[in-house]
């Protein structure tokens, strides 16, 4: 690991990916979606830096520099590392996922993006409805709120769009069946739906209100939206 971040990998394309142009030659950095980093890459006497970027999905670039017949060296240097405090990681390695099918290992509560009581349910051996020789698995919320999110198990990495989490969503057949270290949970955009409450004037006297009076309601609440927002 380079500043304390592992799981750094480098993709080099000698003569550039499916995106590049052409002549041009392509570099990306993957790595843990728990840092923010700031890195500078060389490739030979060619270098560009990127800021605060997370590389769960690899940053980089399709054009990097003009593709030559022969390379000598590439460079990374972390620049800068902090948190990404988007992303919260259960570590797994050390429970038993040896469990029947339709049977959960499920975490503690934790929250992100200020939203409260987020858990998630991972089947090893897979839910009910799963397919054989597949695990599930599921993230969790309070209601009142939808979510952009991506989550990891190990390597593989499934995104949900605009997802209630009070049921439960997530995937059935996430991935075939194998024992697995770690999952992270990264919450990428925050919806709140909102609670309407009403008031029947129909049978308030505020017809006799002079100038200057008001109508006082009486007091409500409108349950955990006020523990909800987006940042």
């Known amino acids: 690991g380079l500043c304390g971040v592992d799981g750094l990998h480098l993709d080099f394309y000698p003569v550039g990916d499916s995106r590049a142009s052409e002549g041009q030659c392509s570099v ?18 060619t270098k560009r830096v990127f800021e605060g970027k997370c590389l769960g999905e690899g940053w980089g670039w399709a054009d990097f520099a003009v593709a030559q017949d022969t390379y000598s060296a590439i460079f990374v240097e972390v620049l800068s590392a902090s948190r990404n405090d988007k992303v919260w990681s259960w ?4 429970l038993d996922q040896d469990l029947p099918r339709d049977e959960k290992l499920t975490s503690q509560e934790f929250s992100l993006m200020a939203i409260p009581r987020l858990r998630v349910d991972f089947y090893p ?16 919320g309070p209601p009142n709120v939808r979510v952009d999110a991506r989550l990891w198990l190990d390597e593989k990495k499934g995104t949900m769009r605009a997802c209630s989490l009070a049921e439960g969503h997530g995937w059935p057949d996430f991935m075939p069946c194998a024992t697995c270290k770690t999952i992270h ?21 505020w017809q006799q209100c002079e100038k200057g009076q008001c109508v006082l ?15």
Do not use: M
């Open 28 to 45: 990306y950095l993957g790595g843990p979606p728990t840092a923010l980093l700031d890195v500078r890459i060389w490739v030979d006497e």
């Open 185 to 205: 949970v990264e919450i990428l955009q925050v919806f709140p739906d909102p609670e309407v409450w009403g008031w029947d004037l129909s049978s308030v006297a």
């Open 91 to 94: 570590d797994i390695s050390s």
């Open 125 to 140: 051996r897979g839910a009910a409805t799963s397919e054989e020789d597949h695990c599930s698995l599921f993230l969790r």
């Open 217 to 231: 309601s009486a007091k409500f609440d409108v349950s955990d939206l006020e523990e909800i927002q987006v940042k």
